[in-house]
């Protein structure tokens, strides 16, 4: 069966979907054991998953096979979820082909065929060599330029062999028997030039199962450095582990609510309050307690929305843009005044004064200092429109946006961009712009067919709403 270790505000439900998708779920937190009635398992996962920094989603590690599963099940469950998987994998060891160096980084840049990583100077002794054997380390996953290092290390089950001769033991392993155990046999069986790093799982495995992993890691090192002898670079010679970053908009939280609230009692719009920071999570985890406790759900969410209402921009607030494109990259599009704010209808209007010149991507037409944006935007829409203004007045175009569901947090409104944007110049032309940017995103597997299928039909509600307004 394929294992699982999930950690992090979404591990409730994400357990949930993965128990239902015949995972396995190993290292389970205490919470997560409670919940679910699991046994101890403390065998090393096919699968990590974890929280984003920001907790807008998570981060997921595992076989090529494995990752491919986790992708199908969410686009499957989740209409909006994005997910960015990386192009070369973790601890996967590549023949590269130095290309030049970074002087201001220190570091050679290193090309192995799926994308060009760097590698510190000092790592490489021979300043002639063409080319060179790396492992793609795991510091800055996910980045365009991964870091490389000749430090090789062979992952297993149960071991890891690193250069050296030290022994180490997981910190996770805390039964001080184990560890003696464990330090001893690390000593005992270490080959030379290399040393042992024992996994979580080795805590309680049977010494020959121990030796017959370092045996076979063994093999696997001297079979990569004879591969490296004939290949020619660049081309992988171990493939690890591959990583994606996972976004979860709006109606993916919501979806994922509901998994959780299956499973436990869950507030409507947990994993978004969650994602809202330390003290509006802190004050949902009191409200959950005392649904536990049997305290009436509606008497709950009124005291809990009483006690966070002061967290929330309002009318006369100076809040952010938070405008995130399908690769990942956030882009800040400066700080707005609520201008209007409709707590019922859920409606915002945003304004922006420009400092700077510039260009009105799609408009084609000059930003000028002094210019004004004005934002009308709903919270859980699939689009906002701006309009730009002269310091005069005058209109300079209008620009729609299709994009995830807007959330609005206490510091920024935020949704991922989809690309697909519809223009309206002043004297009446209308145009949609970068459909096959959408498309492209479904070719590299960012979106699902669904998320494209839903932003044609608003770009065709949009259109025609147009065009009525203008021949009417």
Known sequence: MTTARVRGIYSTAITKLLLDNDFDIVQPSATVKERFKLKENNETPDLDIY???????????????????????????????IIRRWKVSTDGIYKGLIKGSDSAAHSFLVDIGSATGKIPEEEISDPNAQQIVAQVERR????????????????????????????????????????????????ELAPPNWG??????AADQPDDVLKNEITSLLKEGELIVKKAEVAEAPTMLLEGRHFVNVEFPA????????????????????HYYKACGRRISSALDMAERLL????????????????????????GSVIGIEHVKLDGKVFHLGKALVEEFDYDNHTLCLSRVFEKEGVYDGLKTRKEPGDTALTEAKIGEW????????????????????NTPIELYPHAIRYVDLEVDVCVWPNGKVEKLDEEKLDEALKEGLVSERLVEIVREKVQLIMKGLEKSITS
Request: aromatic share 6%; no cysteine.
């Open 140 to 187: 800055m996953m996910g980045t365009k330029e991964p870091i490389l290092t000749t430090a090789i290390k062979i992952p297993g089950k149960y071991a890891i062999l690193i250069p050296g001769q030290q022994v180490k033991v997981s910190r996770k392993i805390l039964d001080w028997q184990k560890r003696s155990r464990l330090s001893q046999l690390g000593r």
């Open 383 to 402: 689009h906002f429109k701006t309009q730009y203004f002269s310091k005069n007045g005058k209109l300079k175009g209008t620009y729609i946006n299709l």
């Open 292 to 315: 536990e406790q049997g305290v009436p759900a509606d008497e709950v969410e009124v005291l809990f929305k009483q006690t966070i209402e002061p967290e929330h921009p309002s009318m």
């Open 196 to 201: 042992i790093i024992w996994r979580t799982a």
């Open 251 to 270: 109606l993916s939280k919501g979806k994922l609510d509901e998994i959780r609230r299956s499973v436990a009692p869950t507030i409507k719009g947990h």
């Open 51 to 81: 929280d984003r920094h920001d907790h807008q989603g998570v981060r997921a590690i595992g076989k090529a096979e494995v990752v491919d599963a986790l992708k199908k099940i969410l686009q499957s469950h989740f209409m909006d979820v």
